[in-house]
């Protein structure tokens, strides 16, 4: 045996605070945590957990307006913190680099990828920009881009977001650092595509012996990736340890509240979610003893009045928490009050006799690619002596002839890749956009081609939540302001009765009447969305198109608003149109599905069905590549490159990244109808027997409840 | 690109033909009438008819337009009234030492307006940023008669430095030109520089602030590397497309400005002009003027192109 490695990272009791107007901040305090070489911890954590904070002051990227101290923090053997700017300048990039979130933003819109590339080959290992640009195409090509030499001559925008994250992953490799670090890098990626990122970094870290600070708020990613992992919370850490026996055995509180807001991807699964109840603690004026027991269903006396020392409760382990040991038995359910099925009525409640509240047939809508000018073309007509102006422009058809229907207190998810016209299908339904042909039928109204004021009635029985709270709320607007408008608009209260109305629908998104007075600055993201939500039902609707309307939420704070939803769903009746790219929120909340590629439907069913074969190949691969906590990988692989910008409308929409592709006819004929039972429909060539054999990347049965 | 520079410029051709239609429009309703304005307040009823007949000032406003038009075309703007002169010479000479004043100024504007705007940006709330701030709003806040009429106290009157106005051409030495031009030249520079640095600063600003330059450091980029390669291009898109606006600023400003410093270049002439009711030279002023003015936008624009690579392939590669 040789003599135990010495750790690359050791980050002991490092704390960052910043002075605020109206005293300290502490960002983070005594945060500790160490990293051996050829290791991937993951620092897991929801927003204002002080994550990125942990990067960048390892990075020494914070403000000077960022105090930062810590009793030990070396990298590789070398304290970190007595550097001098230009040492630590030297460092980053050449020993520590760093993936950042969004990698559109992350590149520069007026520099060749190439040469973002080869900047730090340039200043830290002095090669020549010519040589630095070789290298950077090798570099590419080993993340896995096909045409390294065209990308690195195109301009970011020219790439698609995967291409974009594989090009600052090659960036960050570039002056060959020890340690990588990744902030939330498959975040703002769809699912399959995250799912190509996390099998690049796992080969690249084994064939590098790269130590990875993996950075997310999803934990299912974190499982994937990491071997062991570090839970903050409010800039404190309160769980280390290795991921399984973490997942598998959580042992503080808040790690548990976590695991619990997850919903699963599971069939039969649709228990309600047991959310962490309260906000994150005010970081200006932190409570007194733990930091999380405002917040703690297991709390007791001690826990108010002393800060938790660390205790381990197993090998490699240590936990923040006075009561380590004597909450075992009791799960987070049972703690916070017991979570309750949610499978109500038998058989969902497509209650067969009333007839269906939406109905779509057929729907279409195209956009013009390029403006006026673009499409005008000179071509010689055979026989002509002169080439001819001819305009004819190339379309993206969003919505593809799309047909479904929705019945009262039913919801319907939709789901797909980010482009596929989900977004636009939500908004046309509603009027929000014009269709170019088909029908839309609300409430036995047709309003796909009515005039505006023929529509005004259906527009109070159907309403929309938006994915942003933040641009969705006028921020010069009180929330009882906000909340009030459609009352106003639609002449349905004003004055006083306007007021009591606004305060009942407070009460019906759980929050308190005195927020009719704040304005949405003043709000948490999940009470913004709770105000979103309250607008739209503030006409009484019965039919609620909700358009991301928890994906930039934290998953505690989804798992509340999901509740609050199917809360709503049962006391009202209200339909939903449920729009999203995370199939785990599908299985949850839906009753039937509907999968979408290229503004067309492949696949549509009870979820039941859906998630089980026979299914589309495209519902399999993204059913396939959700990361999740509770089994093993395996996963399809979808074709990132190469694939066509738009469907021509020749074959099957799905046919440049099937990667269950027949041949020709899958090129050629369009698709045939497969209905292997009622109310399932699957558009494929395949044979039903095939699909129907197909592994199951789901599980049957929901997975042995956490405790 | 190419394409797109020819549609550009048919574009500037039909706007100076419509311009060229207003123009012609303007002067014919302004008050006054050009044969007595040739002959003076005492001429005969007799002499006024010949001269109307001479000019062709009784044809219809159509065939006066299309004659001045189908001549304009020819390069020949007519003859002034006042100074009984062919007028594209005239104009030639004084739009060459107007070009000459103009450049200097916007190269002054763009170079030190830039160069303070980055300044303010990365010494942002220093006594620097304050001292810029405070150099450029005092510039725009008074009109351009009153610096330049102080330029003129300052460096002629008290100091003795340099002339109080009016031009020497080059071949009489490079020190005198100079020293008349250079007075005209910062007083104009200094009215327009707030425009271009207060942009620079605050597009510098939010470009500092980010995702790309983050990660720039992340990178661990030297600072002038970051500063000049991955922020400032970004940031001075903005900038372009008012300096593109000024050069329309600056020739309003030189109007003023060469009548101050008597220098003897476009913006007296178009004065000149208008203050005598010099028709032809009114039209002729102006329509260069124009010509000017859309010339710099689609510059400007070509820039904003060669700069932002976004706007320079619409197409995605791959």
């Given at each position: 045996?040789?003599?135990?490695?010495?750790?690359?990272?050791?980050?002991?009791?490092?704390?960052?605070?910043?002075?605020?107007?109206f005293?300290?901040?502490?960002a983070?305090?005594?945060?500790?945590?160490?990293?051996?070489?050829?290791?991937?911890?993951?620092l897991?954590?929801?927003?204002?957990?002080?994550?990125?904070?942990v990067?960048l002051?390892?990075?020494?990227?914070?403000?000077?307006?960022?105090a930062?101290s810590?009793?030990?923090l070396?990298?590789?053997?070398?304290?970190?913190?007595?550097?001098?700017?230009?040492?630590?300048?030297?460092?980053?990039?050449?020993?520590?680099?760093?993936?950042?979130?969004?990698?559109?933003?992350?590149?520069?819109?007026?520099?060749?990828v190439?040469?973002?590339?080869?900047?730090?080959?340039?200043?830290?290992?002095?090669?020549?920009?010519?040589?630095?640009?070789?290298?950077?195409?090798?570099?590419?090509?080993?993340?896995?881009?096909?045409?390294?030499?065209?990308?690195?001559?195109?301009?970011?925008?020219?790439l698609s977001?995967?291409?974009?994250?594989?090009?600052?992953?090659a960036?960050?490799?570039?002056?060959?650092?020890?340690?990588?670090?990744?902030?939330?890098?498959?975040?703002?990626?769809?699912?399959?595509?995250?799912?190509?990122i996390?099998?690049?970094?796992?080969?690249?870290?084994?064939?590098?012996?790269?130590?990875?600070?993996?950075?997310?708020?999803n934990?299912?990613v974190?499982?994937?990736?990491?071997?062991?992992?570090?839970?903050l919370?409010?800039?404190?850490?309160?769980?280390?340890?290795?991921?399984?026996?973490?997942?598998?055995?959580?042992?503080?509180?808040?790690?548990?509240?976590?695991?619990?807001?997850?919903p699963?991807?599971?069939?039969?699964?649709?228990?309600?979610?047991s959310?962490?109840?309260?906000?994150?603690?005010?970081?200006?004026?932190?409570?007194?003893?733990?930091?999380?027991?405002?917040?703690?269903?297991?709390?007791?006396?001690?826990?108010?009045?002393e800060?938790?020392?660390?205790?381990?409760?197993?090998?490699?382990?240590?936990?923040?928490c006075w009561?380590?040991?004597?909450?075992?038995?009791?799960?987070?359910?049972?703690?916070?009050?017991?979570?309750?099925?949610?499978?109500d009525e038998?058989?969902?409640?497509?209650?067969?006799?009333?007839?269906?509240?939406?109905?779509?047939?057929?729907?279409?809508?195209?956009?013009?690619?390029?403006?006026?000018?673009?499409?005008?073309?000179?071509?010689?007509?055979a026989?002509?002596?002169?080439?001819?102006?001819?305009?004819?422009?190339?379309?993206l058809?969003a919505?593809?002839?799309?047909?479904l229907?929705i019945a009262?207190?039913?919801?319907?998810?939709?789901?797909?890749?980010?482009?596929?016209?989900?977004?636009?299908?939500?908004?046309?339904?509603?009027?929000l956009i014009?269709?170019?042909?088909?029908?839309?039928?609300?409430?036995?109204?047709?309003?796909?081609?009515?005039?505006?004021?023929?529509?005004?009635?259906?527009?109070?029985?159907?309403?929309?939540?938006?994915?942003?709270?933040?641009?969705?709320?006028n921020p010069r607007?009180?929330?009882?302001?906000?909340?009030?408008?459609?009352?106003?608009r639609?002449?349905?209260?004003?004055?006083?009765?306007?007021?009591?109305?606004?305060g009942e629908?407070?009460?019906?998104?759980?929050?308190?009447?005195?927020?009719?007075?704040?304005?949405?600055?003043?709000?948490?993201?999940?009470?913004?969305?709770?105000?979103?939500?309250?607008?739209?039902?503030?006409?009484?609707?019965?039919?609620l198109v909700?358009?991301e309307a928890?994906?930039?939420?934290?998953?505690?704070?989804?798992?509340?608003?999901?509740n609050?939803?199917?809360?709503?769903?049962?006391?009202?009746?209200?339909?939903?149109?449920?729009?999203?790219?995370?199939?785990?929120v599908v299985?949850?909340?839906?009753?039937?599905?509907?999968?979408?590629?290229?503004?067309?439907?492949?696949?549509?069913?009870?979820?039941?069905?859906?998630?089980?074969?026979?299914?589309?190949?495209?519902t399999?691969?993204?059913?396939?590549?959700?990361?999740?906590?509770?089994?093993?990988?395996?996963?399809?692989?979808?074709?990132?490159?190469?694939?066509?910008?738009?469907?021509?409308?020749?074959?099957?929409?799905?046919?440049?990244?099937?990667p269950?592709?027949?041949?020709?006819?899958?090129?050629?004929?369009?698709?045939?109808?497969?209905?292997?039972?009622?109310?399932?429909?699957?558009?494929?060539?395949?044979?039903?027997?095939?699909?129907?054999?197909?592994?199951s990347?789901?599980?049957?049965?929901?997975?042995?409840a956490?405790? | 690109?190419?394409?797109?520079?020819l549609?550009?410029?048919?574009?500037?051709?039909?706007?100076?033909?419509?311009?060229?239609?207003?123009?012609?429009?303007?002067?014919?309703?302004?008050?006054?009438?050009?044969?007595?304005?040739?002959?003076?307040q005492?001429?005969?009823?007799?002499?006024?008819?010949?001269?109307?007949?001479?000019?062709?000032?009784?044809?219809?406003?159509?065939?006066?337009?299309g004659?001045?038009?189908?001549?304009?075309?020819?390069?020949?703007?007519?003859?002034?009234?006042?100074m009984?002169?062919?007028?594209?010479?005239?104009l030639?000479?004084?739009?060459?030492?107007s070009?000459v004043?103009?450049?200097?100024?916007?190269?002054?504007?763009?170079s030190?307006?830039?160069?303070?705007?980055?300044i303010?940006?990365?010494?942002k709330?220093?006594?620097?940023?304050?001292?810029?701030?405070?150099?450029?709003?005092?510039?725009?806040?008074?009109p351009?008669?009153?610096?330049?009429i102080?330029?003129?106290?300052?460096?002629?009157?008290?100091?003795?430095?340099l002339?109080?106005?009016?031009?020497?051409?080059?071949?009489?030495?490079?020190?005198?030109?100079?020293?008349?031009?250079?007075?005209?030249?910062?007083?104009?520079?200094?009215?327009?520089?707030?425009?271009?640095s207060r942009?620079?600063?605050?597009?510098m600003?939010?470009?500092?602030?980010?995702?790309?330059?983050?990660?720039?450091?992340?990178?661990?980029?030297?600072?002038?590397?970051?500063?000049?390669?991955?922020?400032?291009?970004?940031?001075l898109?903005?900038?372009?497309?008012?300096?593109?606006?000024d050069?329309?600023?600056?020739?309003?400003g030189?109007?003023?400005?060469?009548?101050?410093?008597?220098?003897p270049?476009?913006?007296?002439?178009?004065?000149?002009?208008?203050?005598?009711?010099?028709?032809?030279?009114?039209?002729?002023?102006?329509?260069v003027?124009?010509a000017?003015y859309?010339?710099?936008?689609?510059?400007?624009?070509?820039?904003y192109?060669?700069?932002?690579?976004?706007?320079?392939?619409?197409?995605?590669?791959?």
């Amino acid at each position: 045996m040789s003599p135990p490695e010495a750790p690359l990272l050791e980050v002991e009791d490092l704390c960052v605070s910043y002075a605020t107007g109206f005293g300290v901040l502490r960002a983070l305090h005594g945060v500790s945590f160490r990293l051996m070489p050829g290791e991937a911890l993951g620092l897991a954590g929801e927003s204002g957990s002080g994550k990125s904070t942990v990067a960048l002051a390892l990075l020494g990227l914070l403000g000077p307006e960022a105090a930062v101290s810590a009793r030990r923090l070396r990298f590789g053997g070398r304290d970190l913190l007595s550097r001098s700017p230009e040492e630590k300048r030297r460092l980053r990039g050449r020993a520590m680099a760093i993936v950042f979130q969004d990698p559109f933003t992350a590149l520069n819109p007026s520099i060749p990828v190439g040469r973002q590339v080869a900047e730090p080959m340039v200043f830290h290992r002095g090669l020549a920009e010519s040589e630095a640009l070789a290298a950077a195409i090798g570099l590419l090509h080993q993340v896995g881009i096909r045409r390294p030499e065209v990308v690195a001559r195109s301009y970011p925008h020219q790439l698609s977001g995967g291409m974009q994250q594989r090009a600052l992953i090659a960036t960050a490799l570039a002056a060959e650092p020890e340690l990588l670090i990744l902030d939330e890098p498959t975040t703002a990626l769809d699912v399959t595509i995250e799912a190509q990122i996390l099998d690049l970094l796992e080969s690249l870290r084994r064939s590098r012996r790269l130590s990875i600070l993996f950075i997310s708020h999803n934990l299912g990613v974190i499982h994937r990736l990491c071997e062991s992992v570090c839970i903050l919370y409010a800039g404190e850490v309160c769980e280390t340890g290795p991921t399984k026996t973490v997942f598998r055995d959580p042992a503080h509180p808040y790690t548990r509240g976590l695991l619990a807001s997850l919903p699963r991807l599971a069939v039969g699964d649709r228990k309600r979610l047991s959310p962490i109840p309260g906000t994150l603690p005010d970081l200006e004026d932190p409570p007194p003893g733990c930091l999380f027991h405002p917040r703690c269903p297991y709390g007791e006396l001690r826990c108010r009045r002393e800060a938790p020392l660390f205790s381990s409760p197993g090998p490699q382990r240590s936990v923040r928490c006075w009561r380590v040991g004597e909450i075992g038995g009791v799960s987070w359910e049972e703690a916070v009050g017991g979570a309750r099925p949610l499978a109500d009525e038998a058989g969902g409640p497509a209650a067969k006799a009333s007839p269906p509240l939406v109905v779509v047939r057929d729907l279409r809508k195209r956009y013009r690619l390029g403006g006026f000018w673009d499409a005008l073309r000179w071509e010689k007509p055979a026989g002509r002596k002169f080439p001819r102006p001819s305009w004819a422009p190339r379309f993206l058809h969003a919505l593809d002839g799309v047909s479904l229907a929705i019945a009262p207190g039913e919801v319907l998810g939709l789901v797909g890749e980010s482009g596929c016209g989900k977004t636009t299908l939500g908004r046309t339904i509603l009027r929000l956009i014009d269709p170019d042909d088909g029908a839309i039928v609300v409430d036995g109204r047709e309003i796909g081609s009515a005039p505006e004021r023929e529509i005004r009635p259906v527009r109070r029985l159907a309403q929309i939540v938006f994915q942003n709270p933040d641009s969705s709320l006028n921020p010069r607007k009180t929330v009882g302001e906000i909340i009030a408008r459609p009352l106003e608009r639609f002449g349905l209260a004003s004055g006083a009765q306007a007021r009591r109305r606004v305060g009942e629908l407070l009460e019906m998104v759980r929050l308190a009447p005195s927020y009719a007075s704040r304005y949405p600055h003043q709000l948490s993201g999940g009470e913004k969305q709770r105000v979103g939500i309250a607008r739209a039902l503030a006409t009484s609707p019965r039919f609620l198109v909700c358009d991301e309307a928890v994906s930039a939420l934290d998953v505690s704070v989804q798992a509340a608003v999901l509740n609050l939803l199917e809360d709503l769903r049962r006391e009202l009746g209200l339909a939903f149109l449920f729009i999203t790219h995370d199939l785990s929120v599908v299985a949850h909340l839906a009753h039937r599905v509907l999968v979408m590629y290229r503004g067309g439907i492949c696949e549509e069913g009870a979820i039941a069905q859906v998630l089980r074969p026979p299914f589309h190949p495209y519902t399999e691969a993204l059913l396939s590549a959700v990361p999740r906590i509770d089994r093993g990988r395996s996963r399809i692989r979808l074709r990132e490159e190469g694939a066509a910008a738009e469907f021509d409308g020749r074959g099957c929409r799905f046919q440049d990244r099937c990667p269950r592709i027949l041949g020709k006819v899958c090129r050629t004929v369009t698709p045939p109808l497969l209905e292997p039972a009622p109310g399932h429909r699957i558009h494929c060539h395949h044979r039903l027997e095939t699909l129907a054999a197909l592994p199951s990347p789901v599980d049957a049965a929901p997975p042995g409840a956490i405790p | 690109m190419i394409l797109y520079t020819l549609r550009r410029l048919a574009l500037i051709v039909l706007l100076l033909w419509v311009m060229s239609v207003l123009l012609f429009a303007i002067t014919q309703v302004l008050p006054g009438n050009v044969a007595r304005m040739i002959l003076g307040q005492f001429a005969t009823a007799d002499a006024i008819e010949a001269v109307e007949t001479r000019l062709g000032l009784k044809d219809p406003l159509v065939v006066q337009y299309g004659r001045w038009f189908s001549h304009i075309l020819r390069g020949d703007f007519g003859q002034s009234l006042i100074m009984e002169r062919p007028i594209g010479p005239v104009l030639a000479e004084a739009l060459g030492r107007s070009a000459v004043l103009a450049a200097l100024s916007f190269v002054l504007v763009a170079s030190v307006g830039i160069l303070l705007g980055v300044i303010a940006a990365v010494r942002k709330n220093r006594p620097v940023d304050h001292a810029v701030s405070v150099f450029s709003y005092l510039g725009i806040s008074v009109p351009e008669f009153f610096w330049g009429i102080a330029f003129i106290l300052v460096f002629a009157r008290w100091l003795g430095w340099l002339p109080s106005g009016g031009y020497s051409p080059m071949g009489e030495g490079f020190g005198n030109w100079f020293a008349r031009l250079i007075g005209p030249a910062l007083t104009l520079t200094f009215t327009l520089i707030a425009h271009v640095s207060r942009l620079t600063r605050s597009s510098m600003l939010e470009t500092l602030r980010s995702r790309y330059v983050l990660a720039a450091r992340a990178k661990g980029l030297p600072e002038r590397v970051i500063l000049f390669r991955h922020a400032l291009r970004n940031a001075l898109l903005p900038t372009i497309t008012v300096l593109a606006i000024d050069v329309g600023w600056l020739f309003g400003g030189i109007v003023v400005v060469e009548t101050v410093f008597a220098f003897p270049g476009l913006g007296r002439l178009v004065a000149f002009a208008i203050e005598r009711r010099d028709l032809p030279l009114i039209q002729a002023t102006l329509l260069v003027i124009t010509a000017i003015y859309c010339l710099a936008n689609l510059a400007a624009d070509l820039l904003y192109a060669a700069l932002n690579p976004r706007i320079r392939y619409a197409r995605r590669t791959s």
